[in-house]
């Protein structure tokens, strides 16, 4: 028996109406090669011991199915930069399946497989340079404690794929909760095929919240779940400094994870408007705007399953976005600061310090690291003393001795964050087949809050060219 028999697949949402999806197989690469394997991911989801990973590689190129999973595309839609686009779907991407684990079932998607019906005019692959900053930014985000897709191994190609230049041709295997987001109920709302929203309604409830089962309006707890798991992942968000970049409906997990992320970025300096996609000509989806497209989001999904949930109890979960929103955003920044009691004005001190930040054009990152390590010469000026005097004072009300406190800030300001310039070195040596700095910054992200003498570098502000990288939607 081949090892990987013994990993239990199976394919839950196979079993749903064929409306939902295409069965769909995908297109191998002639000669495709290992780049990543993330052996820690593999542990979780069950995967043989001492699997040698080039024993994977012909079942995600394709060449080997693995046994009891339904490889099949989904059929979606979504709200793109605010606009309605009626037919999207997996368009590169497969679904394999899931592996029941012990934080639950997970999804196993192949991306950049091949042509699929969702193709529209595309492809149908994906480039190494857009795989590995999915594959790294995952890797990021959850070590960050912030839900996110991620992805258990990726393999290149000498397939060339033409995007503005000529690129070469990857995969990866994406692991998420689920694939399932707003787009899809927008998709059966919108297209006269509301039947099946009650289809996808229980196939959620029964496959990630049992709980709802017996509730008398279950469908209006999902959605209420699906709200207040939103705001909180995008209060995360601003809490760490990530934009997104493409907020569109159809890349909303419905379960609260940060996904399907592509011209995304961390906060260099301190700028709120900071635009990270340079396809986003209008700004739709800068850091400060993620908030409110997080509503907006919600909104629509809310349009989408408006026969199925209770109207009244509908616009008092959207009123409350704003609070889970706030209340979740002040808990990550009292962290940020130290302070454990709650205090009224608590927001205030933090949103005067952001405003010094902007004005001096501070590093987000190390700045808070800074405030954590109790660096004294971080604040130089008039305004920066005004406000370390208050935030002094502040402190003076807490209890906690500073040796904890410091324990506190540190776990809360990351050290490490996937610079877009870090990034961007690692997939230039990658695409010249050196891996190394691609393998040194998946281990450094692995504990963004600790120190680390080897990779000292890795922490340090972005240079100036990589301050500007111009990030665009071409994957
Ligand atoms: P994304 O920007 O990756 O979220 O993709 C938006 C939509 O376009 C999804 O339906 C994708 O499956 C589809 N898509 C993106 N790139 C390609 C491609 N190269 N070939 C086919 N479909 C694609
Ligand atoms: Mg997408």
Known sequence: MNELDSLKFSNRFAELPEDLFHKQNWTPFDKPKLIHFNEDLAKQLGFPKNLDPEDLV????????????????????????????????????????????????????????????????????????????????????????????????????????????????????????????????????????????????????????????????????????????????????????????????????????????????????????????????????????????GLWNCHALAAALKDYIEIERTKSIINNYEQVFYDELTALFRKKLGLEKNEADDLKLVEELLSWMQKNKMDYTNTFRSLSKNEDNLFKDKE?????????????????????????????NPKFILRNYLAQEAIQDAEASDFTKLNNLLEVLKKPFEENSVFEDFAKESPDWGKKLEISCSS
């Open 58 to 293: 012909p079942y995600v190129n394709g060449n080997k199915s693995f046994k009891n999973s339904s490889p099949l595309a989904m059929a979606y839609a979504g709200h793109q930069f605010g606009s309605w686009v009626p037919q999207l779907g997996d368009g590169r991407g497969i679904l394999l399946g899931q592996l029941q684990t012990k934080d639950g079932l997970m999804d196993l998607h192949i991306k950049g497989a091949g042509k699929t019906p969702y193709s529209r005019f595309g492809d149908g692959r994906a480039v190494l340079r857009s795989t590995i900053r999915e594959y790294l930014c995952g890797e990021a985000m959850h070590y960050l404690n912030i839900p996110s897709s991620r992805s258990l191994i990726m393999i290149g190609s000498d397939e060339p794929v033409f995007r503005e230049t000529t690129e070469f041709g990857a995969m990866m295997v994406r692991v998420a909760k689920t694939h399932v987001r707003f787009g899809h109920f927008e998709y059966f709302s919108h297209n006269n095929k509301s039947e099946f929203i009650p289809i996808l309604l229980d196939h959620v409830i029964e496959n990630y919240f049992p709980i709802l089962k017996d509730s008398q309006d279950s469908y209006t707890d999902l959605f209420e779940m699906i709200v207040n798991s939103t705001a909180k992942l995008i209060a995360k968000w601003q809490a760490f400094g990530f934009a997104h970049g493409v907020m569109n409906t159809d890349n909303m997990s419905i379960l609260g994870e940060t996904f399907d992320f592509g011209p995304f970025g961390f906060l260099d300096e301190y700028d709120p408007g900071f635009i990270c996609n340079h396809s986003d000509h209008g700004g739709r989806y800068a850091f400060n705007n993620q908030p409110s497209i």
């Open 384 to 412: 920066g003393e005004t406000w370390q005097q208050k935030y002094l004072h502040r402190l003076s009300k807490e209890k906690t001795s500073p040796l904890k406190r410091q324990e506190i800030m540190e776990k809360a």
